[in-house]
């Protein structure tokens, strides 16, 4: 028996139930560390960005979701665009941002931004590590053409292969699915860094640099317990650029090759 991680379940359709919308964005309050992290991608994204925008620059959001990166991007430029396939995540989405283009819409099957749209800075949070490989590469094989010749795309992997807690909750997982093959225990994906540049080098990207969080070994995303209390050595592991890979949360800036 396959695990739900394993299934052929297509990534479009993941979100598109009544009311997903709403439990998804709810979860970054629930759970510490959805929220914790959170945080710490806020001020990335400012950061991040702020070098690559004046105020008319347009911003892409792709997979949008409920609205939440599409927010703090309208902080930073008056021409954001947020597209997304689920209109239950859209839904939560525009009752959070009135001043933004929200679109329903699959870009990697009717592009049709691409007859007249560029943007500066495209976006894409919590969706290449969940997403089937083929599409991963439509979805950068679409994005291409709608990002300036000198913009940057920016996008997360929160499922770092080579991170302890995830290798640890992924071999936990498996063991329980062996034992109790009825339960189907979830088993989280994971996405490395060497795939990651196989997919941008077949798109036509290249990573010019990266931010890393999170290389304590916590297991899950959803455990309850606080996990600021790891924040001064978090900060002490995010400025070493050997720790980029033990830790789970990488953001890629990149740039057209």
């Given at each position: ?11 479009r359709l993941s979100h598109t139930a009544e ?19 959170w945080i710490w991608e806020k001020k990335q ?12 620059n347009s911003i892409l959001d792709f997979a ?194």
């Amino acid at each position: 028996m396959k695990s739900k991680s394993e299934e052929s379940v297509e990534y479009r359709l993941s979100h598109t139930a009544e009311g997903k919308g709403v439990s998804y964005h709810e979860s970054f309050d629930n759970y510490p560390y959805r929220r914790y992290m959170w945080i710490w991608e806020k001020k990335q994204l400012h950061e991040l960005i702020r070098p690559h925008l004046v105020k008319k620059n347009s911003i892409l959001d792709f997979a949008c979701g409920t609205g939440r990166i599409l927010a703090e991007l309208t902080k930073m430029s008056d021409n954001v665009v947020g597209v997304d396939v689920s209109e239950s995540m859209l839904s939560v989405a525009r009752e959070r941002v009135s001043n933004s283009e929200i679109l329903n819409m699959d870009i990697t099957r009717d592009n049709f931004l691409e007859v007249n749209r560029r943007f500066q800075v495209i976006v894409a949070f919590r969706f290449f590590l969940n997403a089937q490989n083929s599409l991963r590469k439509e979805a950068f094989n679409a994005l291409n053409p709608l990002l300036e010749d000198d913009g940057v795309l920016i996008f997360n992997n929160h499922g770092n292969s080579s991170h302890l807690g995830l290798i640890m909750q992924r071999s936990i997982m498996k063991f329980k699915n062996f034992i109790w093959p009825k339960k189907n225990y979830f088993i989280p994906k994971k996405l490395s860094k060497s795939q990651i540049e196989e997919l941008l080098d077949e798109s036509g990207f290249k990573i010019t640099h990266c931010v890393h969080r999170n290389v304590w070994p916590i297991m899950s995303e959803k455990r309850k317990k606080d996990v600021a209390k790891f924040e001064k050595i978090e900060n002490w592991f995010s400025e070493k650029n050997f720790f980029e890979k033990l830790s789970r949360n990488v953001i890629y800036v990149c740039e057209k090759k």
